[in-house]
Structure formats: structure tokens, C-alpha cells
Nanobody
Framework: QVLLVESGGGSVQAGGSLRLSCAAFGGTDMSYCMGWFRQAPGKERETVAAVDMAGHTTVADSVKGRFTISQDIAKNTLYLQMNSLTPEDTGMYYC???????????????????WGKGTLVTISS
């Protein structure tokens, strides 16, 4: 069982930056595909970025060039650096993991096994 705890959300103006963190507790001796997902009000949850078991990262086209996913294995922590934020980036951001290899692809949210409670990101124009 893996417990995921997100932090770092907040309210910023368009053009600003935020760095989200996801700390993992338990089960950290296993390998996972881990990812960041977001859900805006009234919209389906979407995959933002992921890192596979080999450490390869992938980001969605909608955030490419602006968001970077990274991990600190020693700290069991996943990060999402978000730059040049726009109001369209507003939503609840979730960290998730699955004990399977996403092999450099963006996993679908319904394939993930473990979820954090999310952290809210609000971007004002």
C-alpha cells in the first residue's frame, strides 16, 4: 500500500509558477509508474505528466514546454514544476501511482492504483 501526499498548490496570477510535490509513504521499495493528473470543474480528469520505471518522463502536449515532471528517489518524492501558468491550468492536481510500467507513455487515470487527495491550483488572469 502506498500513501501519496501532495503539496504546493495555491493561487497565482497568469504567467506565474508553482512547484507541486508528492511524497510517497509505504511500498517505496517497489517500482511504479507515477504521474500527475488534473481535473478542472465539470471536466474529466486528464493526465498531465508521468515518469516510468526507468525514469523516462512524458508530458501532455497541452503543457509541453511549460511543465516538468521529476523525482527524487532518495526522498520518495515526485515533483511537477509548472511555469507560464494560464487560467486553463486551474484545477485539482493529483499524484497517482501504479505498480506497472507506463514505458514512456502517459497513463490513463483509470489505470492508476494509488491516489493522493489532491492539491488545488488556481490561476487568475
Amino acid at each position: 500500500q502506498v500513501l501519496l501526499v501532495e503539496s504546493g498548490g495555491g493561487s497565482v496570477q497568469a504567467g506565474g509558477s508553482l512547484r507541486l510535490s508528492c511524497a510517497a509513504f509505504g511500498g517505496t521499495d517497489m517500482s511504479y509508474c507515477m504521474g500527475w493528473f488534473r481535473q478542472a470543474p465539470g471536466k474529466e480528469r486528464e493526465t498531465v505528466a508521468a515518469v516510468d520505471m526507468a525514469g523516462h518522463t512524458t508530458v501532455a502536449d497541452s503543457v509541453k514546454g511549460r511543465f516538468t515532471i521529476s523525482q527524487d528517489i532518495a526522498k520518495n518524492t515526485l515533483y511537477l514544476q509548472m511555469n507560464s501558468l494560464t487560467p486553463e491550468d486551474t484545477g485539482m492536481y493529483y499524484c497517482a501511482a501504479v505498480m506497472a510500467d507506463c514505458a514512456g507513455h502517459l497513463p490513463y487515470y483509470y489505470g492508476m492504483s494509488y491516489w493522493g487527495k489532491g492539491t488545488l491550483v488556481t490561476i487568475s488572469s
